[in-house]
Protein backbone atom coordinates (compact mmCIF):
# COMPACT_ATOMS: atom_id res chain seq x y z
CA UNK A 1 0.00 0.00 0.00
CA UNK A 2 1.67 3.61 -0.91
CA UNK A 3 1.46 6.47 1.50
CA UNK A 4 -1.44 8.20 -0.17
CA UNK A 5 -3.60 5.28 0.07
CA UNK A 6 -2.55 4.09 3.53
CA UNK A 7 -3.49 7.86 5.13
CA UNK A 8 -6.72 7.83 3.35
CA UNK A 9 -7.62 4.20 5.02
CA UNK A 10 -6.05 5.78 8.14
CA UNK A 11 -8.32 8.86 7.76
CA UNK A 12 -11.64 6.33 7.11
CA UNK A 13 -10.59 4.44 10.62
CA UNK A 14 -10.11 7.40 12.66
CA UNK A 15 -13.52 9.26 11.12
CA UNK A 16 -15.43 5.80 11.98
CA UNK A 17 -14.04 5.95 15.39
CA UNK A 18 -14.94 9.22 15.73
CA UNK A 19 -18.66 8.49 14.93
CA UNK A 20 -19.36 5.67 17.03
CA UNK A 21 -21.30 5.66 20.00
CA UNK A 22 -18.85 3.29 21.84
CA UNK A 23 -16.27 5.36 23.41
CA UNK A 24 -12.15 4.15 21.76
CA UNK A 25 -9.01 4.59 24.12
CA UNK A 26 -6.17 3.15 23.52
CA UNK A 27 -3.05 3.13 25.81
CA UNK A 28 0.27 1.58 27.08
CA UNK A 29 -0.52 -1.03 29.44
CA UNK A 30 2.25 0.29 32.03
CA UNK A 31 3.04 3.12 32.72
CA UNK A 32 -0.28 4.10 32.50
CA UNK A 33 -0.69 6.77 29.63
CA UNK A 34 -3.69 7.19 26.78
CA UNK A 35 -2.09 7.32 23.17
CA UNK A 36 -5.95 8.02 21.56
CA UNK A 37 -9.43 8.57 23.23
CA UNK A 38 -12.32 8.86 20.81
CA UNK A 39 -14.29 12.34 21.29
CA UNK A 40 -17.32 10.07 22.48
CA UNK A 41 -15.90 10.35 25.64
CA UNK A 42 -17.16 13.54 26.10
CA UNK A 43 -20.94 12.24 25.42
CA UNK A 44 -20.60 9.68 27.77
CA UNK A 45 -17.96 11.03 30.19
CA UNK A 46 -18.61 14.54 29.58
CA UNK A 47 -15.09 15.67 29.69
CA UNK A 48 -13.05 16.42 26.77
CA UNK A 49 -10.74 13.66 24.96
CA UNK A 50 -7.83 16.16 25.05
CA UNK A 51 -8.54 17.02 29.28
CA UNK A 52 -8.92 12.67 29.77
CA UNK A 53 -5.60 12.76 28.20
CA UNK A 54 -3.73 15.30 29.81
CA UNK A 55 -4.80 13.87 33.29
CA UNK A 56 -5.41 10.38 33.53
CA UNK A 57 -5.66 10.09 36.80
CA UNK A 58 -8.60 12.60 36.70
CA UNK A 59 -10.57 10.62 34.60
CA UNK A 60 -10.17 7.22 35.99
CA UNK A 61 -11.68 9.30 39.49
CA UNK A 62 -15.07 9.51 37.23
CA UNK A 63 -15.52 5.86 38.38
CA UNK A 64 -18.29 5.64 40.85
CA UNK A 65 -16.59 5.14 44.35
CA UNK A 66 -18.12 2.35 44.93
CA UNK A 67 -17.12 0.25 42.10
CA UNK A 68 -13.61 2.01 42.12
CA UNK A 69 -11.68 -1.22 43.54
CA UNK A 70 -13.26 -3.55 41.46
CA UNK A 71 -12.55 -1.66 38.19
CA UNK A 72 -8.88 -0.72 39.61
CA UNK A 73 -8.04 -5.06 39.82
CA UNK A 74 -9.88 -5.22 36.13
CA UNK A 75 -7.62 -2.91 34.55
CA UNK A 76 -4.44 -4.39 36.71
CA UNK A 77 -5.81 -7.79 35.00
CA UNK A 78 -5.82 -6.21 31.61
CA UNK A 79 -1.90 -5.63 31.74
CA UNK A 80 -1.58 -9.28 31.43
CA UNK A 81 -4.98 -10.79 30.23
CA UNK A 82 -5.66 -10.69 26.54
CA UNK A 83 -9.65 -10.02 27.15
CA UNK A 84 -11.33 -8.88 29.88
CA UNK A 85 -14.44 -6.82 30.32
CA UNK A 86 -16.33 -5.40 33.60
CA UNK A 87 -19.72 -2.92 34.18
CA UNK A 88 -19.54 -0.41 36.44
CA UNK A 89 -20.73 2.48 37.14
CA UNK A 90 -18.92 6.59 36.94
CA UNK A 91 -20.05 10.02 37.77
CA UNK A 92 -20.26 12.46 35.32
CA UNK A 93 -18.87 15.69 35.66
CA UNK A 94 -21.96 17.12 35.69
CA UNK A 95 -23.29 14.66 38.57
CA UNK A 96 -25.03 12.21 36.45
CA UNK A 97 -24.28 8.71 37.33
CA UNK A 98 -24.08 6.69 34.57
CA UNK A 99 -23.57 2.54 33.69
CA UNK A 100 -20.73 1.62 31.35
CA UNK A 101 -19.72 -1.77 29.61
CA UNK A 102 -15.57 -1.74 29.19
CA UNK A 103 -14.08 -4.53 27.58
CA UNK A 104 -10.37 -4.25 27.34
CA UNK A 105 -8.03 -6.00 25.03
CA UNK A 106 -4.33 -6.71 24.43
CA UNK A 107 -3.17 -5.34 20.76
CA UNK A 108 0.38 -5.60 18.92
CA UNK A 109 1.13 -2.61 17.42
CA UNK A 110 4.51 -3.56 15.78
CA UNK A 111 6.92 -6.39 16.15
CA UNK A 112 8.52 -6.23 19.13
CA UNK A 113 6.80 -3.16 20.98
CA UNK A 114 4.93 -3.91 24.20
CA UNK A 115 0.70 -4.72 23.37
CA UNK A 116 -1.08 -1.93 23.72
CA UNK A 117 -4.38 -2.23 25.81
CA UNK A 118 -7.30 -1.16 23.06
CA UNK A 119 -10.77 -0.46 25.31
CA UNK A 120 -14.48 0.28 23.92
CA UNK A 121 -16.65 1.78 26.85
CA UNK A 122 -20.20 1.12 25.88
CA UNK A 123 -22.92 3.44 28.13
CA UNK A 124 -25.61 0.91 29.05
CA UNK A 125 -27.54 2.98 31.21
CA UNK A 126 -30.94 2.84 29.04
CA UNK A 127 -30.55 -1.13 29.60
CA UNK A 128 -29.72 -1.13 33.02
CA UNK A 129 -33.02 1.14 33.79
CA UNK A 130 -34.83 -1.13 31.66
CA UNK A 131 -33.73 -4.23 33.80
CA UNK A 132 -34.53 -2.29 36.79
CA UNK A 133 -37.96 -1.44 35.89
CA UNK A 134 -38.51 -5.11 34.75
CA UNK A 135 -37.21 -6.53 38.01
CA UNK A 136 -39.26 -4.13 39.92
CA UNK A 137 -42.28 -4.76 37.73
CA UNK A 138 -41.62 -8.81 38.16
CA UNK A 139 -41.15 -8.03 42.21
CA UNK A 140 -44.24 -6.17 42.21
CA UNK A 141 -45.89 -8.66 40.52
CA UNK A 142 -44.83 -11.31 43.13
CA UNK A 143 -46.14 -9.13 45.81
CA UNK A 144 -49.38 -8.43 44.39
CA UNK A 145 -50.09 -12.36 43.93
CA UNK A 146 -48.59 -13.03 47.23
CA UNK A 147 -51.12 -10.31 48.48
CA UNK A 148 -54.05 -12.35 46.38
CA UNK A 149 -52.89 -15.60 47.71
CA UNK A 150 -53.35 -14.10 51.29
CA UNK A 151 -56.37 -12.40 50.58
CA UNK A 152 -57.74 -15.61 49.52
CA UNK A 153 -57.39 -17.58 52.49
CA UNK A 154 -58.58 -15.40 54.57
CA UNK A 155 -61.63 -14.94 52.96
CA UNK A 156 -62.02 -18.32 52.68
CA UNK A 157 -61.41 -18.85 56.34
CA UNK A 158 -63.84 -16.06 56.95
CA UNK A 159 -66.68 -17.17 54.85
CA UNK A 160 -66.20 -20.85 56.34
CA UNK A 161 -66.31 -19.56 60.38
CA UNK A 162 -69.89 -18.30 60.17
CA UNK A 163 -71.40 -21.53 57.56
CA UNK A 164 -70.01 -23.32 60.69
CA UNK A 165 -72.43 -22.10 63.14
CA UNK A 166 -75.57 -22.06 60.28
CA UNK A 167 -74.92 -25.71 58.77
CA UNK A 168 -73.99 -26.90 62.28
CA UNK A 169 -76.75 -25.85 64.29
CA UNK A 170 -79.50 -26.20 61.41
CA UNK A 171 -78.09 -29.92 61.56
CA UNK A 172 -78.36 -29.83 65.27
CA UNK A 173 -82.28 -28.82 64.99
CA UNK A 174 -82.75 -31.25 62.35
CA UNK A 175 -82.17 -33.71 64.79
CA UNK A 176 -85.63 -32.65 66.70
CA UNK A 177 -88.40 -33.40 67.48
CA UNK A 178 -89.75 -30.83 64.84
CA UNK A 179 -93.20 -30.36 62.84
CA UNK A 180 -92.98 -31.14 59.33
CA UNK A 181 -93.37 -27.06 58.18
CA UNK A 182 -90.13 -26.80 60.83
CA UNK A 183 -88.32 -29.49 59.15
CA UNK A 184 -88.28 -28.28 56.07
CA UNK A 185 -87.84 -24.59 56.72
CA UNK A 186 -84.45 -26.34 58.64
CA UNK A 187 -83.97 -28.46 55.31
CA UNK A 188 -83.90 -25.22 53.48
CA UNK A 189 -81.64 -23.24 55.19
CA UNK A 190 -79.31 -26.54 55.02
CA UNK A 191 -80.03 -26.79 51.39
CA UNK A 192 -78.48 -23.38 50.83
CA UNK A 193 -76.42 -23.68 53.40
CA UNK A 194 -74.43 -25.98 51.59
CA UNK A 195 -75.35 -24.39 48.25
CA UNK A 196 -73.34 -21.13 49.60
CA UNK A 197 -70.69 -23.76 50.66
CA UNK A 198 -70.03 -25.00 47.24
CA UNK A 199 -70.09 -21.50 45.56
CA UNK A 200 -67.56 -20.47 48.07
CA UNK A 201 -65.41 -23.62 47.19
CA UNK A 202 -65.62 -23.01 43.51
CA UNK A 203 -64.89 -19.39 43.23
CA UNK A 204 -61.85 -20.09 45.66
CA UNK A 205 -61.06 -22.84 43.14
CA UNK A 206 -61.57 -20.65 40.62
CA UNK A 207 -59.38 -17.99 41.84
CA UNK A 208 -56.49 -20.18 43.20
CA UNK A 209 -56.21 -21.25 39.46
CA UNK A 210 -55.79 -17.96 38.38
CA UNK A 211 -53.13 -17.34 40.79
CA UNK A 212 -51.62 -20.48 40.74
CA UNK A 213 -51.97 -21.46 43.65
CA UNK A 214 -54.06 -24.58 42.99
CA UNK A 215 -51.44 -27.50 43.18
CA UNK A 216 -52.73 -30.74 41.57
CA UNK A 217 -51.38 -34.48 42.63
CA UNK A 218 -51.23 -36.34 39.47
CA UNK A 219 -51.41 -39.68 38.47
CA UNK A 220 -52.37 -42.82 36.85
CA UNK A 221 -56.22 -43.32 37.46
CA UNK A 222 -58.49 -46.07 36.03
CA UNK A 223 -61.14 -44.25 34.58
CA UNK A 224 -63.73 -47.27 35.06
CA UNK A 225 -63.22 -46.95 38.66
CA UNK A 226 -63.88 -43.14 38.59
CA UNK A 227 -66.96 -43.60 36.72
CA UNK A 228 -68.69 -45.71 38.81
CA UNK A 229 -67.80 -43.49 41.75
CA UNK A 230 -69.79 -40.70 39.83
CA UNK A 231 -72.37 -43.20 38.77
CA UNK A 232 -73.04 -43.95 42.43
CA UNK A 233 -73.33 -40.46 43.52
CA UNK A 234 -76.27 -39.77 41.23
CA UNK A 235 -78.22 -42.39 41.66
CA UNK A 236 -81.00 -40.78 43.43
CA UNK A 237 -80.71 -37.95 40.96
CA UNK A 238 -81.48 -40.24 37.61
CA UNK A 239 -84.20 -42.19 39.80
CA UNK A 240 -85.89 -38.98 40.82
CA UNK A 241 -86.20 -37.69 36.54
CA UNK A 242 -86.98 -41.38 35.57
CA UNK A 243 -83.60 -41.06 33.62
CA UNK A 244 -81.96 -44.34 31.38
CA UNK A 245 -78.38 -44.13 32.42
CA UNK A 246 -76.55 -46.48 29.62
CA UNK A 247 -72.84 -47.03 30.52
CA UNK A 248 -70.00 -48.91 27.57
CA UNK A 249 -70.41 -52.38 27.60
CA UNK A 250 -66.74 -54.74 28.00
CA UNK A 251 -63.40 -52.76 28.68
CA UNK A 252 -63.01 -49.80 26.89
CA UNK A 253 -62.89 -48.17 29.80
CA UNK A 254 -60.51 -50.01 31.71
CA UNK A 255 -58.12 -47.58 30.96
CA UNK A 256 -55.27 -45.22 32.83
CA UNK A 257 -55.32 -41.65 32.23
CA UNK A 258 -53.21 -38.91 34.13
CA UNK A 259 -54.99 -37.12 36.31
CA UNK A 260 -55.54 -35.80 39.76
CA UNK A 261 -58.29 -38.51 41.06
CA UNK A 262 -60.17 -36.25 42.66
CA UNK A 263 -60.41 -32.88 40.28
CA UNK A 264 -60.95 -35.90 37.01
CA UNK A 265 -64.00 -36.53 39.16
CA UNK A 266 -65.06 -33.31 40.24
CA UNK A 267 -65.41 -32.68 36.18
CA UNK A 268 -66.70 -35.98 35.49
CA UNK A 269 -69.72 -35.48 38.42
CA UNK A 270 -69.90 -31.89 36.85
CA UNK A 271 -71.17 -33.19 33.23
CA UNK A 272 -72.97 -35.84 34.88
CA UNK A 273 -75.09 -33.91 37.26
CA UNK A 274 -75.48 -31.59 33.98
CA UNK A 275 -76.82 -34.09 32.09
CA UNK A 276 -79.07 -34.91 34.46
CA UNK A 277 -80.54 -31.74 35.60
CA UNK A 278 -81.01 -30.50 31.53
CA UNK A 279 -82.47 -33.29 30.58
CA UNK A 280 -86.02 -34.45 29.76
CA UNK A 281 -88.05 -36.57 31.88
CA UNK A 282 -87.33 -40.22 30.61
CA UNK A 283 -84.34 -39.70 28.48
CA UNK A 284 -81.03 -41.10 28.39
CA UNK A 285 -77.49 -40.63 29.77
CA UNK A 286 -74.68 -42.25 27.74
CA UNK A 287 -71.42 -42.67 28.85
CA UNK A 288 -68.70 -43.66 26.07
CA UNK A 289 -64.88 -43.79 26.67
CA UNK A 290 -62.70 -44.05 23.16
CA UNK A 291 -58.85 -43.88 22.74
CA UNK A 292 -57.90 -40.82 20.02
CA UNK A 293 -55.01 -40.16 18.20
CA UNK A 294 -51.90 -38.56 19.88
CA UNK A 295 -52.15 -39.98 23.21
CA UNK A 296 -55.64 -39.21 24.73
CA UNK A 297 -58.29 -41.07 25.88
CA UNK A 298 -61.89 -39.62 25.70
CA UNK A 299 -64.76 -39.99 28.22
CA UNK A 300 -67.85 -38.25 26.73
CA UNK A 301 -71.33 -37.64 28.65
CA UNK A 302 -73.98 -37.28 26.62
CA UNK A 303 -77.87 -36.36 27.27
CA UNK A 304 -80.75 -36.26 25.16
CA UNK A 305 -82.07 -32.86 26.72
CA UNK A 306 -82.55 -29.47 26.08
CA UNK A 307 -79.25 -28.78 24.03
CA UNK A 308 -77.27 -25.22 23.85
CA UNK A 309 -77.66 -22.94 20.88
CA UNK A 310 -74.53 -22.24 18.97
CA UNK A 311 -74.19 -18.55 19.87
CA UNK A 312 -74.36 -20.17 23.66
CA UNK A 313 -72.02 -22.40 23.19
CA UNK A 314 -69.14 -19.86 23.22
CA UNK A 315 -70.57 -18.35 26.66
CA UNK A 316 -70.50 -22.26 28.14
CA UNK A 317 -67.05 -21.70 29.57
CA UNK A 318 -68.04 -17.98 31.65
CA UNK A 319 -67.98 -17.91 35.72
CA UNK A 320 -71.61 -17.49 36.94
CA UNK A 321 -73.68 -17.21 32.91
CA UNK A 322 -76.25 -19.57 33.32
CA UNK A 323 -77.09 -19.28 29.30
CA UNK A 324 -80.26 -17.80 30.69
CA UNK A 325 -81.40 -20.91 32.63
CA UNK A 326 -81.66 -18.93 36.23
CA UNK A 327 -85.66 -19.11 36.04
CA UNK A 328 -85.92 -22.42 35.10
CA UNK A 329 -86.26 -23.97 38.09
CA UNK A 330 -83.09 -25.79 37.87
CA UNK A 331 -80.22 -24.90 40.42
CA UNK A 332 -76.99 -24.04 39.70
CA UNK A 333 -74.47 -21.53 40.24
CA UNK A 334 -72.93 -21.09 36.58
CA UNK A 335 -69.14 -21.63 37.87
CA UNK A 336 -68.63 -25.57 37.43
CA UNK A 337 -68.18 -25.42 33.91
CA UNK A 338 -65.92 -22.45 34.12
CA UNK A 339 -64.18 -24.51 36.89
CA UNK A 340 -63.88 -27.75 35.14
CA UNK A 341 -61.92 -26.47 32.08
CA UNK A 342 -59.62 -24.63 34.17
CA UNK A 343 -59.10 -28.40 36.15
CA UNK A 344 -58.47 -30.13 32.60
CA UNK A 345 -56.29 -27.39 31.74
CA UNK A 346 -54.08 -27.89 34.59
CA UNK A 347 -53.81 -31.85 33.93
CA UNK A 348 -53.35 -31.51 30.42
CA UNK A 349 -56.31 -32.58 28.94
CA UNK A 350 -59.00 -30.08 27.23
CA UNK A 351 -63.18 -30.61 26.62
CA UNK A 352 -65.20 -30.82 23.74
CA UNK A 353 -68.65 -30.02 23.30
CA UNK A 354 -71.14 -31.01 20.58
CA UNK A 355 -74.79 -29.77 21.25
CA UNK A 356 -77.91 -29.11 19.10
CA UNK A 357 -81.24 -27.55 20.69
CA UNK A 358 -84.22 -30.05 21.58
CA UNK A 359 -81.70 -33.14 20.75
CA UNK A 360 -78.65 -33.50 23.25
CA UNK A 361 -75.53 -32.47 24.15
CA UNK A 362 -72.47 -34.59 24.25
CA UNK A 363 -69.10 -33.47 27.13
CA UNK A 364 -66.07 -34.80 26.90
CA UNK A 365 -63.36 -34.76 29.04
CA UNK A 366 -59.73 -35.89 26.93
CA UNK A 367 -56.92 -35.99 29.07
CA UNK A 368 -53.37 -37.92 28.56
CA UNK A 369 -53.56 -41.67 28.36
CA UNK A 370 -51.08 -43.42 30.58
CA UNK A 371 -50.12 -47.31 30.31
CA UNK A 372 -49.92 -49.48 33.60
CA UNK A 373 -48.51 -52.52 34.86
CA UNK A 374 -51.08 -54.23 37.49
CA UNK A 375 -53.18 -52.09 39.66
CA UNK A 376 -52.27 -48.40 41.17
CA UNK A 377 -51.97 -47.34 44.38
CA UNK A 378 -55.86 -45.53 45.27
CA UNK A 379 -57.29 -48.05 42.96
CA UNK A 380 -60.11 -50.38 43.92
CA UNK A 381 -59.01 -53.45 44.98
CA UNK A 382 -55.84 -52.78 45.87
CA UNK A 383 -54.59 -53.11 49.11
CA UNK A 384 -53.55 -49.34 49.67
CA UNK A 385 -56.97 -48.00 48.94
CA UNK A 386 -58.99 -45.86 50.68
CA UNK A 387 -56.74 -45.52 53.99
CA UNK A 388 -59.25 -46.11 56.47
CA UNK A 389 -58.87 -48.87 58.61
CA UNK A 390 -60.73 -50.10 61.87
CA UNK A 391 -58.61 -49.55 65.20
CA UNK A 392 -58.08 -51.84 68.37
CA UNK A 393 -60.66 -49.37 70.48
CA UNK A 394 -64.09 -50.49 70.13
CA UNK A 395 -66.53 -48.29 70.32
CA UNK A 396 -68.47 -47.54 73.92
CA UNK A 397 -65.19 -48.09 75.82
CA UNK A 398 -65.12 -45.32 77.62
CA UNK A 399 -67.76 -44.50 80.33
CA UNK A 400 -67.35 -40.66 79.90
CA UNK A 401 -65.27 -39.33 77.14
CA UNK A 402 -63.65 -36.19 78.20
CA UNK A 403 -62.79 -34.01 75.49
CA UNK A 404 -60.78 -30.83 76.03
CA UNK A 405 -62.15 -28.20 72.88
CA UNK A 406 -59.37 -25.33 72.16
CA UNK A 407 -61.63 -22.53 70.36
CA UNK A 408 -62.23 -18.73 70.79
CA UNK A 409 -65.23 -18.27 68.76
CA UNK A 410 -68.09 -18.30 70.60
CA UNK A 411 -70.47 -19.68 68.25
CA UNK A 412 -68.83 -22.60 67.35
CA UNK A 413 -67.99 -23.19 71.10
CA UNK A 414 -72.20 -23.46 71.99
CA UNK A 415 -72.48 -25.87 68.54
CA UNK A 416 -70.06 -28.16 69.85
CA UNK A 417 -71.29 -27.83 73.53
CA UNK A 418 -74.62 -28.73 71.99
CA UNK A 419 -73.47 -31.43 70.22
CA UNK A 420 -72.04 -32.91 73.17
CA UNK A 421 -74.82 -32.93 75.59
CA UNK A 422 -76.26 -35.26 72.72
CA UNK A 423 -73.86 -37.26 73.03
CA UNK A 424 -74.26 -39.71 75.77
CA UNK A 425 -71.02 -39.94 77.76
CA UNK A 426 -69.03 -37.12 76.39
CA UNK A 427 -67.88 -34.13 78.57
CA UNK A 428 -66.80 -30.95 76.75
CA UNK A 429 -64.05 -28.71 78.85
CA UNK A 430 -63.27 -26.38 76.86
CA UNK A 431 -60.22 -23.41 76.58
CA UNK A 432 -60.68 -20.24 74.71
CA UNK A 433 -56.65 -19.58 74.61
CA UNK A 434 -54.07 -21.83 73.30
CA UNK A 435 -51.81 -22.05 76.65
CA UNK A 436 -54.62 -22.57 78.93
CA UNK A 437 -55.71 -25.62 77.03
CA UNK A 438 -52.43 -26.78 76.83
CA UNK A 439 -52.90 -26.46 81.02
CA UNK A 440 -55.97 -28.27 80.99
CA UNK A 441 -54.75 -30.87 78.76
CA UNK A 442 -51.52 -31.71 80.86
CA UNK A 443 -53.52 -31.78 84.55
CA UNK A 444 -56.78 -33.26 83.01
CA UNK A 445 -55.50 -35.74 80.34
CA UNK A 446 -58.67 -35.87 78.17
CA UNK A 447 -59.69 -38.88 76.06
CA UNK A 448 -59.30 -36.65 72.70
CA UNK A 449 -58.55 -32.67 72.24
CA UNK A 450 -60.05 -30.56 69.44
CA UNK A 451 -58.37 -27.94 68.40
CA UNK A 452 -58.83 -24.84 66.12
CA UNK A 453 -55.68 -23.16 64.56
CA UNK A 454 -56.26 -19.55 64.98
CA UNK A 455 -56.34 -18.76 68.53
CA UNK A 456 -55.58 -15.32 69.83
CA UNK A 457 -52.30 -16.09 72.72
CA UNK A 458 -50.46 -18.80 69.92
CA UNK A 459 -51.34 -20.60 67.02
CA UNK A 460 -53.12 -23.90 67.06
CA UNK A 461 -50.16 -25.04 65.50
CA UNK A 462 -48.06 -24.78 68.02
CA UNK A 463 -50.33 -26.41 70.41
CA UNK A 464 -50.28 -29.31 68.50
CA UNK A 465 -46.15 -28.93 68.00
CA UNK A 466 -46.20 -28.79 71.89
CA UNK A 467 -48.59 -31.97 72.75
CA UNK A 468 -46.88 -33.71 70.26
CA UNK A 469 -43.59 -33.20 71.95
CA UNK A 470 -44.64 -34.07 75.49
CA UNK A 471 -44.33 -37.86 76.05
CA UNK A 472 -47.79 -37.46 78.58
CA UNK A 473 -49.65 -35.97 75.67
CA UNK A 474 -48.50 -37.01 72.36
CA UNK A 475 -50.86 -40.61 72.35
CA UNK A 476 -53.75 -37.98 73.53
CA UNK A 477 -56.17 -37.99 70.25
CA UNK A 478 -55.90 -34.48 68.48
CA UNK A 479 -58.35 -33.99 65.99
CA UNK A 480 -57.67 -30.52 64.61
CA UNK A 481 -61.44 -28.22 63.08
CA UNK A 482 -60.05 -25.49 61.21
CA UNK A 483 -61.61 -23.11 58.64
CA UNK A 484 -58.50 -23.14 56.38
CA UNK A 485 -59.24 -26.00 54.06
CA UNK A 486 -56.25 -26.27 51.52
CA UNK A 487 -54.76 -29.56 51.23
CA UNK A 488 -51.49 -28.47 51.77
CA UNK A 489 -52.12 -27.53 55.15
CA UNK A 490 -54.79 -30.50 56.03
CA UNK A 491 -51.54 -32.75 55.25
CA UNK A 492 -49.12 -30.83 56.98
CA UNK A 493 -50.97 -31.00 59.99
CA UNK A 494 -51.84 -34.93 59.61
CA UNK A 495 -48.00 -35.19 59.44
CA UNK A 496 -47.60 -33.37 62.31
CA UNK A 497 -49.40 -35.91 64.44
CA UNK A 498 -53.22 -34.83 64.61
CA UNK A 499 -55.21 -38.08 64.06
CA UNK A 500 -57.77 -36.18 61.56
CA UNK A 501 -58.79 -32.92 60.27
CA UNK A 502 -62.12 -31.58 59.99
CA UNK A 503 -62.70 -28.61 57.62
CA UNK A 504 -65.42 -26.04 59.11
CA UNK A 505 -68.43 -25.73 58.28
CA UNK A 506 -67.43 -29.82 59.49
CA UNK A 507 -70.05 -32.54 59.24
CA UNK A 508 -71.91 -32.98 62.33
CA UNK A 509 -72.28 -36.47 61.44
CA UNK A 510 -68.51 -36.34 61.08
CA UNK A 511 -67.51 -35.18 64.66
CA UNK A 512 -69.74 -37.49 65.97
CA UNK A 513 -67.73 -40.65 64.78
CA UNK A 514 -65.10 -38.86 66.67
CA UNK A 515 -67.06 -39.31 69.94
CA UNK A 516 -67.79 -42.49 68.99
CA UNK A 517 -64.16 -43.77 68.50
CA UNK A 518 -61.43 -41.63 69.56
CA UNK A 519 -58.75 -43.84 68.02
CA UNK A 520 -60.01 -44.05 64.28
CA UNK A 521 -57.85 -43.47 62.11
CA UNK A 522 -58.22 -40.60 59.95
CA UNK A 523 -59.51 -41.43 56.03
CA UNK A 524 -56.99 -40.56 52.79
CA UNK A 525 -55.19 -37.72 53.36
CA UNK A 526 -55.92 -35.14 50.66
P1 LIG B 1 -74.74 -24.65 36.44
O1 LIG B 1 -74.41 -24.65 37.90
O2 LIG B 1 -75.60 -23.50 36.04
O3 LIG B 1 -75.25 -25.97 35.96
P2 LIG B 1 -72.36 -25.04 34.78
O4 LIG B 1 -71.14 -24.19 34.74
O5 LIG B 1 -72.20 -26.47 35.07
O6 LIG B 1 -73.33 -24.32 35.78
O7 LIG B 1 -73.07 -24.90 33.37
C1 LIG B 1 -73.25 -23.60 32.80
C2 LIG B 1 -74.52 -23.54 31.98
O8 LIG B 1 -74.36 -24.34 30.81
C3 LIG B 1 -75.74 -24.09 32.66
O9 LIG B 1 -76.36 -23.09 33.46
C4 LIG B 1 -76.62 -24.50 31.49
O10 LIG B 1 -77.32 -23.39 30.99
C5 LIG B 1 -75.60 -24.93 30.44
N1 LIG B 1 -75.42 -26.40 30.39
C6 LIG B 1 -74.43 -27.10 30.99
N2 LIG B 1 -74.55 -28.42 30.72
C7 LIG B 1 -75.64 -28.56 29.92
C8 LIG B 1 -76.29 -29.68 29.30
N3 LIG B 1 -75.85 -30.93 29.45
N4 LIG B 1 -77.38 -29.42 28.56
C9 LIG B 1 -77.84 -28.17 28.38
N5 LIG B 1 -77.28 -27.08 28.96
C10 LIG B 1 -76.19 -27.26 29.71
Redesign the pocket.
Given at each position: MNRRAMQESEERFRQLVNNIDEVFILRTAAPYRYVYISPAVEKVFGLTADEAVADPAHFLSFTHPDDAEFVRKTMEEAGHAPRVEVEYRIIRSDGEVRWVWTRYQQVEVAPGDPPLVAVVVTDITAQKDAQRAEASARAEAVRANAAKTEFLSRMSHELRTPMNAILGFAQLLEMDELSENQHESVRQIIHGGRHLLDLINEVLDISRIDSGELALSTEPVLVSDVMDEVMDLVVPLVAARNLTVLTPVGDVCHEHVLADRQRFKQVLL?FVS??I??NRNSGEIRLTCSTRPGGEFAITVS?T????GAEELER?FTPF???G?ENTGEE???????LSQRLVQLMGGRIEVE?APGVG?S?TVLLPRVETAGPQPGEQGSPAAGAVSSTATAPGRYSQLRVIYIEDNLANLRLMEQLAARHRGVKLIHAMQGRLGLELISSSQPDLILLDLHLPDMSGEEVLRRLQAEVTTKDIPTVVVSADASPGQIRRILEMGASGYLTKPFDVEELLRWFDDPHRMEGAVP
Amino acid sequence: MNRRAMQESEERFRQLVNNIDEVFILRTAAPYRYVYISPAVEKVFGLTADEAVADPAHFLSFTHPDDAEFVRKTMEEAGHAPRVEVEYRIIRSDGEVRWVWTRYQQVEVAPGDPPLVAVVVTDITAQKDAQRAEASARAEAVRANAAKTEFLSRMSHELRTPMNAILGFAQLLEMDELSENQHESVRQIIHGGRHLLDLINEVLDISRIDSGELALSTEPVLVSDVMDEVMDLVVPLVAARNLTVLTPVGDVCHEHVLADRQRFKQVLLNFVSNAIKYNRNSGEIRLTCSTRPGGEFAITVSDTGIGIGAEELERLFTPFDRLGRENTGEEGTGVGLALSQRLVQLMGGRIEVESAPGVGSSFTVLLPRVETAGPQPGEQGSPAAGAVSSTATAPGRYSQLRVIYIEDNLANLRLMEQLAARHRGVKLIHAMQGRLGLELISSSQPDLILLDLHLPDMSGEEVLRRLQAEVTTKDIPTVVVSADASPGQIRRILEMGASGYLTKPFDVEELLRWFDDPHRMEGAVP
